[in-house]
């Protein structure tokens, strides 16, 4: 590959000069850094990154390739893409293209050979800050000048760009599972849904219908669920107010309910809740949490830059995960209803399944 050019600027000064990969031109997005050893190509195509500059920590990324089966969504939705060393080599059987084709295809800018621990060390000391990527030649202070004046993720409602437009059917379970009767309706809401959750619904014998993220409560309940989802998305969960009132609307029907990482927050707010924005967030399949009923703990995949603040919720939902790393709220239940969030990704992908549990709580909630 030939190499071309390529720097990413951050708002605070600090320039980082490398080798282009995938598209070209420039991009601006809140820049975070992603400690998954594995699934490079969920994290790309994962909703919940849209609006940020991804960095792997892992040294080596590109190794294996893409291929059609480890979608999250039809395309990537991260604004850029950070790694040390773009591998040379694409070395899997299920492989059918390269990163570099891959990105260059979805006009995804990406950049390589930088240092990607200092970047890291530099986001963790400072926190999330917008940066501007960008392949060619440039002049460093001009781009770190429009990272400071690019739009910041806060108050911005992503939901819309990464929802469907009208509702659907999904009844595939994950690669190489068996089918199972499907003998639940599950009415899921697309705030960025991943497609390994509608896979791990329909695993457990759901019939899942995706509606898009602005539908009425009232529309969502004449469609006859078992049971609500509420979805992972991207984003700022105060700038989706709508997701919030048709969620305090579906709680008084009393229907089973769980949601997942940005669900979960919905979830909070429309309980009355608040929430907050971490410094660098959680991102990665490497963070221990605490179920506190059994005292287990499990190894969780994450991705999310805010958090719900527990003492708002007092007297409204029951504290029931904690992250070990930094004790903020990872899931909560409502005392007496059928309702829980985690604010973790139980359907991994990539990461480890140690919850997958919770889609068998959702069902079982639904049978009783």
């Known amino acids: 590959m030939a190499e071309r050019p390529a720097l990413l600027a951050l708002e605070d000064g600090s320039v980082y000069r490398g080798h282009a990969f995938g598209a070209a031109g420039e991009t601006f997005g809140e820049v975070v850094f992603n400690t998954a050893l594995t699934g490079y190509q969920e994290v790309l195509t994962d909703p919940s990154y849209r609006g940020q500059i991804v960095a792997m920590t892992a040294p080596q990324i590109g190794n294996v390739g893409t291929n059609p089966e480890d979608f ?12 040390r060393e773009l ?13 570099d084709s891959f990105l260059e295809r979805h006009g995804i800018i990406g950049i390589t050979g930088i240092d990607t621990r200092a970047l890291t060390r530099r986001l963790r000391q400072v926190g999330c800050m917008m940066g501007v990527l960008a392949t060619g030649s440039h002049d460093g ?5 429009r990272a400071r004046a690019a739009p910041r993720i806060e108050g911005r409602d992503l939901v819309r760009e990464v929802t469907c437009s009208q509702p659907y059917q999904w009844s595939q379970p ?4 068996p089918a199972r009767p499907l ?29 898009p993220a602005a539908t009425p409560a009232a529309e969502a309940l004449r469609l006859q669920p078992d ?26 029907a009393r229907k089973p309910l769980f949601g997942i990482c940005l669900g979960h927050q919905i979830l909070a707010l429309a309980l009355g809740g608040t929430t907050y924005k971490l410094k660098f967030g959680h991102h990665g399949a490497n963070q221990p ?16 830059n805010f958090a719900v603040d527990v003492g708002s919720l007092a007297g409204r939902a029951q504290l029931s995960h904690v992250n070990l790393n930094d004790r903020t709220v990872e899931g909560m239940q409502l005392a007496g209803a ?26 079982g909630m639904m049978e009783r």
Request: glycine fraction near 8%.
């Open 227 to 252: 049971g609500i989802f509420l979805s992972n998305g991207p984003g700022d969960p105060a700038a989706v107010g709508y997701a919030a009132a048709a969620t305090r609307e579906l709680l008084a």
């Open 289 to 304: 949490v605490m179920d506190l009923a059994t005292g287990k703990v499990e190894i969780t995949s994450q991705n999310h």
């Open 72 to 83: 999250e969504s039809e395309r990537p939705h991260c604004a850029g893409f950070v790694v």
């Open 141 to 145: 202070g001009a781009l770190s000048a």
């Open 183 to 211: 003998r639940h309706h599950v009415v899921a809401y697309d705030f960025g849904i991943k497609r390994n959750i509608l896979r791990k619904l329909c695993d457990q014998g759901c019939r899942v219908t995706v509606v």
């Open 338 to 363: 059928p309702v829980y969030s985690v604010q973790y990704h139980p359907e991994a992908s990539p990461g480890p399944h140690d919850a997958s549990y919770l889609f068998q709580r959702f069902v």
């Open 87 to 99: 591998s040379p080599v694409v070395s899997s059987w299920r492989a059918r293209e390269s990163l």
């Open 174 to 177: 994950s690669w190489r599972s």
